[in-house]
């Protein structure tokens, strides 16, 4: 092989690495230029003369070269940005009778004219990849940690801590708390602390999910599985989520059949496609809310008892804004400052008068009450006070003694239209109705033991149950 290079004159040779790589560089252990081919020279701006001995990084924008003239290790097809594109590079450590000499790198384009072809073609898929990537991103990861949860109160630091505590975690999550307390920030904390932060974050709203889609949303499908099926079938939630957290808000809303389903998946912790045959396995851990009494919803047979035990490891109470008062003031100026970003304001204050009206309201809409009352504040706000005229009429001209407490004075609410007058049949109803479901609740769902708290008859308690469609108790 060596005689037969003694064949080719050099200028041949040069002229054949020419075309053979187009573009081609080679360096000692220590980084320095000893050949660049005239292509590359021409690329980079330089002559062949000037580069010579020259360090690779001040010749090669981004270069790597030097690296792997001191580690030996080769790195092919590699993605090399230079003069605002980006081309593929391999680079081999160059061994002569087995030891390390120095580097050589080539470009995996024959002419400078192939590579622009090839960079308009790969540039708007590298943009739209880095599109998807962001959105998957952005969609896909936590959003809030733990010190973004304002408050101070120590029934909302108790909620805190313990979520804190049980991140690290992969125990089943059970959020409870009323609409507008923060269920889904705590998740996101959660999951932010947690080991799997660096997976993905997936949310799903169990009530505003049809019936007929949830199952093929959570599970997925495969292609042909129904009428409108997407070629090559989709992924459902817990694929999507496998490895990182998922988060079922509105627990309480999913219906019995689904429920079964959802048993099966966190018991066997696979999940089985719509039109599928067979299973897929995932590790995914489940975080799930709800501002719904489930335990009542488990004696009314309106929740698997199973599920409940198994979303209720570890049950977190977030306490509602009006049993958090002190911390208002908090969480007014926290969501103001994320207000004032997205109006593009700064300096906005809340006058005392102002907040002493919301420690006064009973919030309950909770947080994502205030924080609609406070954007409305900023809407209308001239100045950068926000003085009771930006508030909402309801929560100034409310009398104080209505504000102070969620039951209010019975003459008052009567002439305030707080509570109409029903009908008294309709008040009798509902009485009964009540009575029944709490002594249900109170003999753990044992029937006869209800209608004996109840002071009836077994046939008049299974009439009732009958008049007013509690069927699931039957």
Request: aromatic fraction near 8%; include cysteine; charge should be neutral.
């Amino acid at each position: 092989m060596n005689k037969m290079l003694q064949n080719l004159p050099f200028n041949w040779i040069q002229e054949i690495i020419n075309l053979a790589t187009e573009w081609i560089v080679v360096v000692n252990r220590e980084g320095k230029v000893l050949y660049m081919n005239e292509s590359y020279c021409e690329f980079v701006g330089r002559t062949s003369d000037e580069v010579i001995g020259m360090d690779v990084q001040d010749v090669i924008e981004n270069s790597r070269m030097h690296i792997v003239a001191k580690t030996g290790q080769a790195e092919v097809a590699e993605i090399h940005p230079i003069k605002n594109t980006e081309m593929v590079a391999n680079r081999y450590p160059l061994y002569i009778e087995n030891e390390l000499v120095g580097a050589v790198g080539t470009v995996m384009f024959r002419n400078p004219q192939e590579w622009i072809v090839y960079s308009k073609k790969v540039e708007p898929l590298i943009e739209e990849l880095n599109y998807y990537k962001k959105k998957f991103e952005n969609e896909l990861s936590s959003k809030y940690s733990f010190k973004q949860l304002i408050g101070n109160t120590s029934s909302f630091n108790a909620a805190k801590h313990l979520a804190e505590k049980v991140s690290v975690s992969t125990s089943a999550i059970l959020l409870f708390g009323e609409s507008g307390t923060g269920k889904e920030l705590f998740a996101h904390a959660i999951h932010d602390a947690s080991p799997r932060r660096n997976f993905p974050f997936v949310r799903v709203n169990c009530a505003s999910i049809p019936e007929h889609l949830l199952e093929s949303e959570l599970f997925g499908y495969e292609e042909g599985a129904f009428t409108g099926a997407k070629r090559g079938g989709k992924k459902g939630k817990f694929e999507l989520a496998n490895r990182g957290t998922i988060f079922l808000d509105e627990i309480g809303d999913m219906s019995l059949h689904m429920q079964s389903k959802l048993l099966r998946v966190l018991q066997e912790k696979e999940i089985e496609r719509v039109g599928g045959s067979s299973p897929i396995s995932i590790d995914v851990r489940v975080i799930a809310a709800t501002h719904r009494n489930l335990e009542n919803m488990v004696v009314l047979r309106e929740f698997r008892q199973d599920l409940y035990y198994r979303l209720n490891v570890i049950k977190i109470d977030i306490p509602p804004l009006r049993e958090r008062v002190k911390d208002i003031p908090l969480i007014a100026n926290s969501l103001l400052e994320k207000l004032e970003r997205k109006f593009h304001r700064h300096g906005i204050t809340i006058s005392n008068e102002v907040i002493q009206i919301l420690k006064a309201h009973h919030w309950p809409g909770n947080v994502r009450e205030l924080e609609n009352v406070l954007e409305r504040c900023v809407n209308v706000l001239i100045g950068n006070v926000i003085t009771p005229e930006q508030l909402p009429l309801y929560l100034y001209e409310t009398p104080m003694n209505q504000r102070s407490t969620p039951q209010f004075d019975l003459s008052m609410s009567l002439l305030n239209g707080v509570k109409p007058i029903k009908p008294l049949k309709e008040v009798i109803e509902d009485a009964e109705r009540n009575a029944i479901i709490k002594a249900l609740i109170e003999s753990n769902g044992d029937k006869i033991a209800a209608s004996k708290l109840l002071n009836i008859s077994k046939s008049t308690f299974y009439e009732k149950c009958k008049l007013y469609n509690i069927r699931k108790l039957e």
